[in-house]
């Protein structure tokens, strides 16, 4: 599977954005996914996950109550909607694909299989 994230940009603090990241190559409606960030001179952070149902999601501290993660397996993509953005959201957000159905905000890396090229977002103060 390719997965190929795009909808990142430069936003004004306060602003919103939504990333999208399209698979292609196998379906992934069987997949937990995830959306990771990694701002420069730090380490990959986890930002969200979501079940291969969408029934279940996940959030890393710093995104809880200001981004939102779906999918839509008919489109084989998953999305992140991040509102209230800040500087410090700034980094390069990745898509990834899991080996399992679910995945949490402690799920290790090794569980995902395939990673997305990244999205760059930047906010400005």
């Known amino acids: 599977v390719q997965l190929q994230a795009f909808g990142g940009g430069l936003v004004q603090a306060g602003g919103s954005l939504r990333l999208s990241c399209a698979a292609s190559?196998?379906?992934?409606?069987?997949?937990?996914m995830g959306w990771f960030r990694q701002a420069p001179g730090k380490e990959r952070e986890f930002v969200s996950g979501?079940?291969?149902?969408?029934?279940?999601?996940a959030y890393g501290d710093s995104v809880e109550g200001r981004f939102t993660i779906s999918r839509d397996n008919a489109k084989n993509t998953v999305y992140l909607q991040m509102n209230s953005l800040t500087p410090e959201d700034t980094a390069v957000y990745y898509c990834?694909?899991?080996?399992?159905?679910?995945?949490?905000?402690?799920?290790?890396?090794?569980?995902?299989?395939?990673w997305g090229q990244g999205t760059l977002v930047t906010v400005s103060s």
């Open positions: 990834a694909l899991s080996q399992l159905p679910i995945v949490r905000a402690t799920s290790p890396l090794r569980v995902y299989d395939a």
């Open positions: 190559g196998s379906t992934i409606s069987n997949s937990g």
């Open positions: 979501i079940s291969w149902s969408g029934g279940s999601t």
